[in-house]
């Protein structure tokens, strides 16, 4: 299908989109990177004082994979609401939730202050915080794509996965420059509260910038189509389980092996290793910021050669590096800490979450686009980010502090979410159908856009909007 015309209005709206989308993305990852990371440097003495260091670290990761859990159901919430009234609003509704428990997160007392009711607030925050960041992801990626010219969705999509590295790069950088500046104990005893704090500011530029935005595109030709879903969650669930499946098994090793990479190691390091937090927290910092350059390349890249063949090169890449990475932690040398966080996060994730965006969103029709790659994006992010932590901490701990289980762990999510990866025809182009190779069921004589087959890009069930 021809693409529609650039223009100046276009061009402009596009660069809104984008950064206001690329500002929620780096939102919801500022506050899970500072809240794993202060979950793996602090809040075992703050919130779980009574416990060992290594089961303090797993209850704070426990809270942690709280916000994990909720997500799922925020998706399901704000995908239906953005999926029937529109992006833009569900957008700041969930910015919102977002920025304001990061900041409540940094006012809330410790538990020698209030006792048990300490964590049990912070438990409570983090289910507030899962739910917007359940609806968050799917709307800013879908308003970049929705957006973009087909043949340029991978690059635009890409663009706002910068969020992801820009949202750990900040919040690591001011724990590893309050750290180093601040005399001896001040972090762990006061100065952590500081960057949950400081979130407010990101928050409030967010939520200015999404206010001047407009609503897709795509989604207001849907409306005035008559084209809007009375409950998008059904269709997604029972028309297309095939391919949430899928996509969520695709979906676990980028995010679970993201949290390996650097909340399992700066626990490994601090814990195990007992060596300073200050060389890993650099090494972090660095391998972010190589990988804010690498993810458009990367989205650049699946939109020239095919964004399966991209994310299943990156999902191998990292199945190879799991032995390297961890033999390159252990030697505690900050250039092996730089060397394995970069190959990992700026190689293996860049790659793939670099081709994920327009990959994952294209499975979906425009009528059940959010619910569907929301609920896509929260449990595969669920079952990957959410329990790695868990897993990897848990398996040090069945290893007597060494990585050796968690070898098995990382080239098995991996290769599992490759092969999910090489289904997933109908994401290579569904802007395009005439590009798509039809996926058959056995015994169906669809074809891509019919109804015969509920897999690929149809007439799904309709219902008349007024």
């Known amino acids: 299908m021809p693409e529609p015309a650039s223009t100046p209005e276009t061009r402009a709206s596009l660069r809104r989109v984008v950064t206001a989308s690329a500002l929620g993305t780096t939102v919801e990852y500022y506050d899970f990177t500072l809240y794993a990371t202060t979950a793996a440097l602090v809040f075992d003495d703050v919130f779980f004082p009574d416990a060992s260091p290594l089961v303090g670290t797993l209850a704070a990761f426990a809270t942690y994979f709280v916000g994990y859990a909720a997500r799922p159901l925020g998706g399901i919430i704000f995908g239906h609401f953005g999926d029937r009234i529109g992006r833009k609003n569900v957008l700041i509704t969930t910015m919102l939730m977002m920025g304001l428990g990061t900041f409540a997160i940094g006012l809330l007392p410790s538990y020698d202050s209030i006792g048990i009711a300490a964590p049990l607030l912070l438990v409570l925050i983090r289910l507030i915080q899962g739910l917007g960041m359940g609806g968050e992801y799917g709307g800013g990626v879908l308003m970049a794509l929705e957006y973009s010219p087909p043949s340029r969705q991978g690059f635009f999509t890409s663009l706002v996965h910068i969020g992801t590295p820009a949202g750990v790069l900040i919040p690591v950088g001011l724990v590893t420059v309050l750290d180093s500046t601040l005399p001896a104990g001040s972090y762990d005893s006061w100065a952590w509260r500081l960057p949950f704090l400081v979130s407010i500011l990101l928050v409030g530029v967010g939520v200015w910038i999404r206010l001047h935005v407009t609503e897709s595109p795509e989604f207001v030709k849907m409306r005035q189509d008559r084209e809007v879903q009375s409950l998008p969650v059904r269709e997604v669930f029972t028309r297309r389980t ?19 990479y650097y909340v399992v190691a700066i626990t490994y390091v601090t814990t195990e290793l007992d060596l300073p937090k200050g060389p890993v927290l650099l090494a972090v910092l660095i391998a972010c910021a190589v990988e804010c350059l690498t993810l458009p390349v990367f989205g650049a890249l699946s939109d020239r050669i095919g964004r399966r063949k991209v994310y299943v090169a990156g999902a191998l890449f990292q199945a190879v590096l799991a032995l390297p990475f961890f033999l390159l932690i252990e030697t505690g040398e900050f250039w092996a800490y730089t060397l394995g966080m970069t190959l990992g996060l700026g190689i293996g994730h860049g790659a793939m979450y670099g081709a994920q965006g327009a990959l994952f969103s294209n499975l979906y029709p425009v009528n059940v686009r959010y619910t569907g790659l929301s609920v896509t994006q929260q ?14 901490t848990a398996l040090l701990s069945v290893g007597d502090g060494h990585w050796s289980w968690l070898i098995a762990y990382c080239v098995g999510v991996a290769v599992v979410s490759g092969l999910a990866a090489t289904r997933l025809r109908q994401g290579e182009a ?37």
């Open 430 to 466: 569904y802007a395009a159908p005439e590009a798509v190779t039809a996926e058959r069921r056995p015994g169906s004589t669809g074809t891509p856009g019919s109804a015969g087959n509920p897999e690929t890009p149809g007439n799904p069930e309709r219902t008349q909007v007024s």
């Open 379 to 392: 449990i595969g992010a669920t079952l990957g980010g959410g329990l790695s932590p868990l897993i990897g």
């Open 242 to 260: 095939r391919t949430v499946v899928l996509s969520v098994l695709a979906k676990i090793a980028e995010s679970g092996l993201f949290n390996i």
